[in-house]
């Protein structure tokens, strides 16, 4: 494939995502469990729970810093490198670019009170109180970004005459019918991802011999939470694939290499697809799964590919995509679920070595999904920047500097990736928890732990 400028703003686009995407996602789901850590040690009167909530937030003040470069990053490259989108879509999603904007400020402004009065009110749940308008900022940020995306899947609310726009509605753009099944999906994915990377993280110290209470309350709060959080995952993915089946049914029948038109369709797991006969090979089939996921019901009729000009299908190893994001959601679910069960069966064996391990596996696999999930959401739906309206290839720029700002911003991706993840480490290491609990008269010990 010719490296063009088109390929060089996809992939440039695509780098800036991928790496800003790991920064929204905890940007969304930390400061859900600084909250809910926050408000145990209050309503128990366990400083151990405080203490996470303290050294949660010292972290997330850091990936904020980082996720603040990236998303401005985002949008100038929205103008640079599609300028064409922007010209046609940017007057009808302005209104969510903006409000995305206030709600970060509105989010970073609470945060630097919540951060700067630890200790400074009578009663402690005043403070924790402070926390709650960084919630509402981080995830209505995410709703606000997210249902741009869901315009560019469902576009609603304009008219285009001669090429021009013109019946502007934004209420009715943002509202579009992607609109509740995606933002419901990315936040119940970030809150699960979030939880789980603390709880492997914890783990991960626990298996080096840190045995203390405050290790033990952390795996405990995140890892039953990310139980909460895999369960609402999944249901909404059901939705999700229902709603794929009603208003984007090329993505559907690509994502599982779904063919011909018909009831009581399989759900197709894995195989190798020969593209000259479309045949599946060595594939795991699921009778009738397919059209229950589409409809709830056996006899649900799914749409095939051939029922779309073969210009207008998505590449197909989107395929692989779906199922390692389905796949990987299922993993953390069983492992959280397996978790709270030896928790309430069995305690003694909470802290099996190899249950540990499958929990510092997650943490990982958890933002891999993350990642698999946007990936599979953009590519899936090619060939359209905005779906019906215009494509990929339609709305890039035509500047031959696009090769020079990907290796601008490459060295920039990486350089942020590292000194985060240095300052992050010597944050820790030098204030470990048994320092902080020593100086509030806290009994524990172990090693340190984000």
Known sequence: MEFDTFMQSRIL????????????????????????????????????????ARRWARGFTVTVAVGVVTGTAIGMQLSLLWPSFMQLAGQVIALPLFMETFAFFFEAIFLGIYLYTWDRFKKPIYHCLLVIPVVIGSSASAFFITTVNAFMNTPQ?????????????????????ATPTKVAHVLSS???TSAFVLAAITAWFILRGSRSDYYQKALRLTMTWSLVFAIATAVIGDLSGKF???YQPEKLAAAEWHFETEKQADLILGGVLDKETLE????????????????????TEVTGLNEFPRDLWPPLYVHYLFDLMVGIGMYLAAVAGLFVLVRIWKKKHEWNPWLLRLIVLGGPL??????LGWIFTEVG?????????MRTDEGVTTSANVGQMLVLFSGLYAVLGIVCTVVLIRMFRKNPPEKEMGKRGIEGGGQHVV
């Open 13 to 52: 686009t695509g780098l800036t995502l991928g790496f800003h995407i790991i920064f929204a996602t905890i940007g969304v789901g930390v400061p859900v469990m600084i909250m809910i850590a926050e408000w145990m040690g209050i309503r128990k009167n366990d400083p151990h729970y405080r203490l996470l």
């Open 157 to 177: 609310g304009f008219k285009l005459e001669n090429g021009v726009i013109t019946g502007i509605e934004p209420l009715k753009a943002m509202f579009n019918p």
């Open 190 to 192: 970030a809150y699960l």
């Open 244 to 246: 794929l089946a009603e």
């Open 280 to 299: 599946v090979k060595g594939e795991l089939r699921i009778p009738m799964a397919l059209s229950i996921l589409a409809g709830s019901h056996p006899d």
């Open 366 to 371: 958890s933002m891999l999904a993350i990642e």
């Open 381 to 389: 739906r090619q060939p359209w920047i905005l779906r019906g309206f």
